[in-house]
């Protein structure tokens, strides 16, 4: 028999972004909340501090701040024929560990999406027809719309403490921002940060082309900032250790840094760590959630905590595997098309090159994860995809986020991987080299999905959640339609010489190499229950007292980085909780 | 001869008899400075709000300990005073105590049995209180504040300073104004000056003392009143006049300061990070801007609070020291030391950032002839308290670990001579006694 804790008005799953939004907004209602984190309670000192934190072997290399798959882990395949293994070693996605989650470790690159993005399938079906639908893309439109976000968007840029210059306020375009942004309210709170060099060069050459570079814009701090919950963000000094660190410095937008501290002093919030979350648990009707059942580390034991909300608020593969192992939506069978929860997994295309040069001096010491410039021309919505022959975007940008030494050393092709060779090549090429990237959309498939594993069970006895996913036509046509438009901007750097991966057809998912922890979908939100796990304000279909934050909620992915949209919705559903549910609890579509 | 003795016979009567009388006699108890009417009471929330001003909370509460039931140990250098227990418990707190033995603690530094109580209890300017305010004040911990049964070590000092009746003859000279006095409070001058020299004891820590361990100056009639004090090793800055904070700082960020203990220049630490979490956090705004005004002297006017959701650029500097900084060659190992584990935060200008980084260049702190508290936060850190307004804990780390004592001195006396500061070098000496100092803690 599990220990049964005090009954709370609200439950959260995990205390990273989503769950501090919402912890902050509904104990502003005066509910009794309680926060239950899997991993360690984490501050940016003692935690973070320098320089204990800056150290690349323990972070970077052996990814100090991620959860360790003995943990938690699930199982990979890439096609219904394979066998899914158990994700051992990790490799191609990176969840974070302990409070603050993947908010404590990201690149701080934050987006809102391109207007076409929302109402994609209508955007494509109203100017190319259905026809140019792949048979088994499951494209799908929002069920919310920009409008319905942008002031969401603009709160969370606020709360976080986003850097960047407006392109586009109210429809006026404005210089030095990206002319193709959907129309901001507001510019961003902070000025962009200042570019590095290599950045400069990439704007300049791609204004020479006729595109249009603006700064990009991330959650780094470009000064002093104080945010709406009176939170606070120091300068950023451009250390380079952004994506796979915390910040020792309070300059990189975290809920450490924009809400935690305020969300203790709230005394009707608590959290408990060392807390992971085994089930939500029903009520006989089976219409709503009357609490989770989670595990105790420090006391060796499960336990009940009852409560009259259940937020999922962990990362986007926990929330869909809790809905999984919980009964919250039918679990997605792709043979039949039938059942939603863990349909439409997706992910993100990149690409990239790398451009040497005997010459010229890159100082590798300076850096920020949202360092550089983009370009967006070649956008979600810049492109004719009847044309094209596929369906997405990416933006492309350029500036270095670090020269960490053993993992931040491009090399021309052909110098050796070790030995006398290796370091001759190392002490001629570092600092020496410059790198240009696409990152691109990701649409969801038939037979890209997260069920329960048939065969893997976790240390507490559960099943694994099975990822199956393999890279798509549409997605390579789309990388490599990149290539080519990076090209003529890497020849007009007129670089001694270049190099450039991009994925190519028929390439299979490798899980071993890093490419993004952008994991979306599983817990997609649709216009009908018949079509997604959630409604457009997060709310699951089947269990109205259970909502579900995250990237679990894209239909499929964009081209940007999703912390922004996250964001958005988190804020979205906040304000749908405290005005239109608390007061009359019930399915609000 | 036989005169002679008997003079001096009668002389000796007399001065025991004075001695028994100073002794024995019980000191006559200040009365209200103000009749209110019998059934007089105060606001909702009037004495709370005296008490968060009168910052009873810093000393009457041990740490981890019940609100108000004492245990806490204060240093001073007669010896250790424990904070006693002021809940309403009958048996170990002021549950007994009428309004005029409450009214004679604070005014007179007597308990209920005529005992002198150690003026670590700053009843030399908690005697300003206006009759209102002791009202509320006794109402708040009589009626609002729980009863907590928890007897606390008596306070023993060693000879001369366990003679309590010893006091007598300090008060005499400590307590030479009136009590009570009619202060106006009219406008936010007055108001500010009210709560400065009456509950705020801001004198307490920040004027200077006399030969007599008083305070010297205990309003601002007083030459030295907030001139800078020292507090355990800790300089506290003046407050009025010229080169102090309040003389260089605008009124609103003078009150940011006191609200959340953070500006754009500067960050609290030390006693006054605690002054800004258990007092200054809970008064008004209103209230901090007066005290602010008054401090300053000069009007409120438009003056209020920095606000939130918003970006503070960092202030430039153009100084030679910044621009050493900036191209890094021939370093002194100072400014070494300050680039590899300083710049980061407080960066080459030495200006830090608005809120968040203090400022090191004209920091006082820095440049204090005590320089234990510069050496103290470099090898342990600082603390800024999370308050209401800002509630973000702001750590600096220390780095104890990682510098030895020489280096330590040479990253402060660096910084006491960098961007115009001019303060004396430190040494490892210097260093390894603060060092040796706090281990023994």
Known sequence: MARQEKKKDVVIVGLGWTGSIIGM????????????????????????????MIDELKYGVRLGMMQKPRQSTLTIRRNLEESALPYRSLGSFLPGNGVGGAGTHWNGLNWRPMLAEYKLRSHVEQNWGAGIIPEDMQLMDYPVTYEELEPHFARFERVAGISGNAGNINGQIIEGGNPFEAPRSSDYPMPAMPSTYDGAKFAEAAKSL??????????????????????????????????????????????????????????????????????????????????????????????????????????????VHLMLLSGIGQPYDPRTGQGVTGKNYAYQMNGGYTLFYENEVFNPFIGTGANGFSIDDYGIGQIDFGTEGFIGGSYISSGQSNGQPIRSMPLPAGTPAWGQGWKDGIKKWYGHSMSIGSHGSHMAYRNNYLDLDPTYKDRHGRPLMRMTFNWHDNEVRMTQFMREKIRPIAEALKPDSMQDAFKKQGQMYDVRPYQTTHNTGGAIMSETPDQGAVNKFSQAWDKHNVFVMGAGNFVQNTQYNPTGLVGGLAYHTAQAIRTQYLSNPRPLV | MKTFLRIIGALIVVCLAALLAFIFVPVQRTAPTEELAADWTPEAGQGEYVMYASDCMACHTAEGGEP???????????????????????????????????RAALYDGLTPDGRHLYPAMPYENYRKLTEEDVRALYDYFMNEVPAVNNPVEATALSFPFNMRFGIRAWNWIALSDPAGSAYEQSTPQERGRYLVESAGHCGACHSPRNVFMGQDGLTADDANFLKGGEVDGWLAPALMGEGSAAATWPVGEIATYLATGRNSHSTANGEMSMVVEHSLQHLTDEDNLAIAAFLKGEDVGEATLLGTDLALEEAENDHPTTTMLTEAKDLSEGARLYLDNCNACHFVTGKGAPEIFPELAGNSLVTADQTGPLIGIILHGAEVPSTEKRPMRLVMQGYAERLTDEEVAEVASFLRTAWGNDAPAVTAADVAKVRAADSAH
């Open chain 1, 210 to 319: 006729g595109l249009h570079p603006f700064a990009r814009p991330g959650g780094i701090a470009s000064t002093s900032y104080v945010n709406e919950y009176g939170m606070q963000m120091g300068p950023c000094n451009h250390c380079g250790f952004c994506e796979r660190y915390g910040c020792y410095q309070y300059s990189k937008s975290s809920p450490q840094t924009a809400i935690l501290d305020a969300l203790r002093k709230k005394p009707n919030f608590s959290y408990r760590t060392g807390a992971e979350v085994l089930r939500v648990e029903m009520a006989e009707d089976g219409k709503t959630a009357t609490g989770v059942t989670y595990y105790d580390e420090a006391a060796q034991e499960e336990v009940f905590q009852p409560a009259d909300l259940v937020i999922l608020a962990a990362y986007q593969l926990h929330n």
């Open chain 1, 25 to 52: 907004e509904l104990a502003q209602e005066g509910l009794e909340i309680v926060a239950l984190e899997r991993g360690h309670d984490q501050d940016t000192v003692p935690n973070f501090q320098y320089p204990q």
């Open chain 2, 68 to 102: 108000f039931a004492g245990g806490r140990s204060i240093l001073s250098p007669m010896g250790t005073i424990w904070a006693t227990n002021i809940t309403p418990d009958k048996e170990t707190g002021i549950g007994n105590w009428t309004l005029d033995d409450f």
